[in-house]
């Protein structure tokens, strides 16, 4: 396990180091005054709606149909894909339900698939449809925070937040696709397909025929890595060989899914003017990312129930990786895919690189667990700030109660108005989850898509709307899609983007027209390890509580029947 | 409402126009221009055929060749719809799966290794693979099939174990990842041995 250690560490240490800078230039392109040329173009172009200073409601409005928009548009894509071009393998309609669950997943930046992308998808609706999305969902998500961070960084005066447009453009154009370009040529240099030409037929050495799907893949792989969106040209995803052929695309891969959510921190800081609370929050994912590492690669190491009985060898040696290997890929073995595991789930991403429902309980329940926290630790881009904002207020909150002063966060009261909003941001999807869980659990029609027996079955059913609700995307990926699963699923995606989203936006609305209080001794101070400790204990009690009875259900109890 | 709505329909037209095609396109241009080999697929050529791609595993049945992990696609190794068999680890399903590939396996190896047991069967021979296609098995895997693939194609076992070394890809820089060997380009070595 030593070797798998080793590179785990390397790992969170370049993590560290390339997160930080790039958080300092997203602050600096958020918050310059003067645009490009071709900018001004743009927003000039948009008309009226892009040329103001929106309060939170108006820059609220501009995302809502902009995301309802572009749903109508890519429904229509997938749905005509027969009739248009760049459709080599001649595929059909993608059949509605699926495509409504498909469009609600990929303008939501959750990308969960309920369909096998090389054999549903023309390259169209790949590269021109759900790629597209994954640039601009994940641009809208950063967009919303830079608007929350200005609305509390604001010092008097003014309502404005910035304009959604504007920082839409600056999102797209100077963070996520400059990142896209050079991971997708170094993707492809590894090995990953990018062509239009359609798909290969090849001759086996014994003969047979051999159909090797192919397509546009580079460019739509390195932007669902960065922008927390997850959803892969294949259907095995990244553990496909030809979207991460090589241990060396396997390390930018994981990377990317942690880069912009960490580095988002560092902006936010910088925003806000509140450094050292930024470095604090920092910390306290870092820390929830860590403990998850620390119990699924072990886990994973130690092997199934089922692997152990059976008497094959599972024991990790210099010929053999060992362990859980069902699911999993040789060249990533069991370091590679726990770590990428816990990633893909401390932050909104959703990409795999093995199967998580093949995973043991515990390796299984650390991405369950991770998501049901909510879009925190630190969650998607953009949306996962102003996720964890929302458990700031409420530590914030418990502490002003502890030492009997009115809370306070960067030099603002915390009021009534506020904490109903962080309330509510925090236990609604939570709330959702169980309820909908609880739904798919009881009816014929849930338990429809349930794939493994027992325990298990249960576990998948919860993991799916859990990932549906927090726009993640990672599926036990069994539970099949039937009318009632992708419908039900429709309706958590939507619900799990624009909720927690309005919640933020109307928290930095609020916070724009305070006044500042100046800090004294009796201030609570939120730079500190005592805040950190506060706010892990928080969390820990708020979603952490909420889903340890249906944990006991799922993954407990099957860890302990073996 | 209306400003956001007009809005909304521009910059849909233009992100479609900028990231949905020039981008992949421009992309795909330089991916052609500067490594179409990746580009394509990583296609494996023989007597001017395609053989298969270095990526994807496919079938191997008969004893002369080194044997791929198990696969959950449907046919078997499948790169045109790449899936996980989704076994849950209590699974019963699983516990029989492994049971039978194992037993298989003793009996397809057992006679060229003399007692061997299920013990020394690595787990990635007899549980499935991630994608469904993973072009790799573990180093013990393939010394595991050597005898049995030395003595059908009457070569010396140390030519065949050395093929096997040939053919392991290690870690990157000796660090990152985990080593295996590719079942296919080990293949064709070792039709190329034989035919000399």
């Known amino acids: ?37 071709v900018e001004r173009g743009f927003l000039r172009l948009l008309g009226r709606d892009a040329a103001t200073d929106q309060d939170w409601k108006q820059y609220g409005l501009s995302v809502v149909v902009f995301t309802i928009c572009f749903s109508v548009f890519l429904y229509g894509m997938l749905r005509l894909q027969g009739h248009l ?14 495509a409504l669950n498909t469009t609600a997943s990929f303008v939501t930046n959750t990308n969960w698939q309920y369909y096998a992308g090389e054999a549903t998808m023309s390259y169209l609706s790949q590269m021109a449809g759900l790629a597209v999305q994954q640039f601009v969902s994940a641009g809208a998500g950063l967009a919303v925070l830079a608007a929350v961070a200005r609305g509390i960084s604001r010092r008097g005066g003014g309502v404005g937040l910035g304009n959604f447009w504007r920082d839409l453009y600056r999102s797209i ?37 051999q159909t090797i799907a192919r397509g546009p893949v580079g460019s739509m792989i390195s932007i669902k890595q960065l922008g927390t969106n997850g959803g892969g040209f294949y259907d095995s995803n990244s553990a496909v060989p030809f979207e991460n052929p090589t241990p060396t695309s396997n390390f930018l891969e994981v990377l990317a899914i942690l880069l912009i959510p960490f580095a988002q921190l560092v902006m936010f800081g910088r925003m806000v003017f509140a450094r050292r609370h930024a470095w604090v929050l920092y910390a306290v994912c870092f820390a929830i990312f860590a403990i998850g590492v620390c119990v699924a690669f072990p886990a994973e190491q130690h092997g199934s129930a089922v692997l152990r009985q059976s008497g094959v060898n599972i024991t990790n040696s210099a010929s053999q990786v060992g362990g859980n290997m069902t699911d999993k890929e040789i060249r990533f073995g069991i370091a590679n895919t726990a770590l990428w595991a816990t990633a893909t789930t401390d932050v909104s991403n959703g990409s ?11 390796g299984g329940a650390v ?22 904002i929302f458990y700031v207020l409420i530590a914030v909150f418990v502490a002003g109660l502890m030492v009997g002063r009115t809370p306070e966060w960067l030099g603002k009261k915390i009021e009534a108005r506020e904490m109903k909003l962080a309330a509510v941001g925090a236990l609604a999807v939570p709330t959702m989850v169980l309820v909908m869980a609880a739904v798919a659990i009881v009816t014929k029609a849930g338990l429809a898509s349930v794939f493994n027996p027992g325990a298990h079955g249960f576990t998948e059913t919860l993991y799916a709307y859990t990932s549906q609700s927090n726009n993640n995307g990672s599926a036990f990926a069994g539970y099949a899609a039937t009318d009632f699963s992708t419908t039900l699923g429709t309706v958590a995606l939507y619900f799990g983007r624009f909720f927690p989203m309005l919640a933020g936006l109307a928290i930095g609305g609020s916070l724009a027209v305070k006044k500042v209080v100046p800090a004294s001794a009796g201030t609570f101070r939120t730079d500190g390890g005592t805040f950190g400790i506060m706010l892990l204990g928080v969390i820990a009690l708020t979603a952490g509580l909420m889903i340890l009875p249906a944990l006991t259900l799922g993954p407990i109890v099957e860890g302990l029947m073996h | 409402m209306l400003r956001a709505l007009l809005a909304s329909v521009v910059a849909i037209v233009v992100s479609t126009v900028v990231l949905g095609f020039a981008y992949p396109a421009l ?8 490594m179409s080999h990746q580009a394509n697929g990583s296609l494996v050529m023989r007597g001017g055929k395609v053989v298969g791609s270095s990526l994807a595993a496919q079938s191997f049945s008969f004893p002369g060749y080194f044997h791929e992990r198990p696969s959950a696609t449907s046919p078997a190794y499948n790169p045109g719809f790449t899936t996980f068999s989704n076994l849950g680890p209590t699974n019963p399903a699983l516990a029989q799966l492994v049971k039978q590939n194992a037993a298989a396996i003793l009996k397809l190896e057992g006679p060229y290794n003399p007692g061997l047991t299920i013990h020394q069967i690595p787990v990635d021979a007899v549980v499935p693979s991630g994608s469904g296609i993973d072009p790799q098995i573990s180093i013990a895997y393939a010394n ?41 380009e080990l293949n064709l070595a070792v039709d190329q041995q034989v035919s000399g």
């Open chain 1, 85 to 98: 071009f760049l459709n080599p393998d001649h595929l059909p309609a993608v059949p509605w339900t699926v």
């Open chain 1, 173 to 209: 154009v100077y963070i996520l696709l400059p990142l896209s370009i050079v991971l997708a040529v170094v993707l492809i240099s590894q090995g990953v397909p990018q062509t239009f030409h359609g798909h290969v037929t090849a001759t086996t050495l014994q003969g047979a025929h």
């Open chain 1, 367 to 388: 991405p369950l667990i991770n998501m049901f926290l909510g879009e925190v630790e630190p969650g998607g881009v953009g949306s996962g700030v102003y996720g964890l």
């Open chain 2, 144 to 184: 595991l099939q050597a005898k049995r693939v030395a003595a059908v194609r009457h070569l010396p076992l140390a030519t065949v174990q050395q093929l096997i070394k040939q053919h392991t890809q290690q870690r990157t820089f000796a660090f990152f990842g985990e080593p295996g060997v590719n079942v296919l």
């Open chain 2, 27 to 34: 992309m795909t241009g330089v991916a052609q221009l500067t």
């Open chain 1, 1 to 37: 396990m030593g070797q798998g250690i080793g590179q785990i560490l390397v790992y969170a240490a370049v993590l560290i180091a390339l997160s930080y800078p790039l958080g300092i230039w997203m602050a600096h392109v958020y918050t310059k005054e003067k645009g490009d040329v």
């Open chain 1, 352 to 362: 795999v690189n093995g199967g998580h429902d093949a995973l043991t309980p515990a």
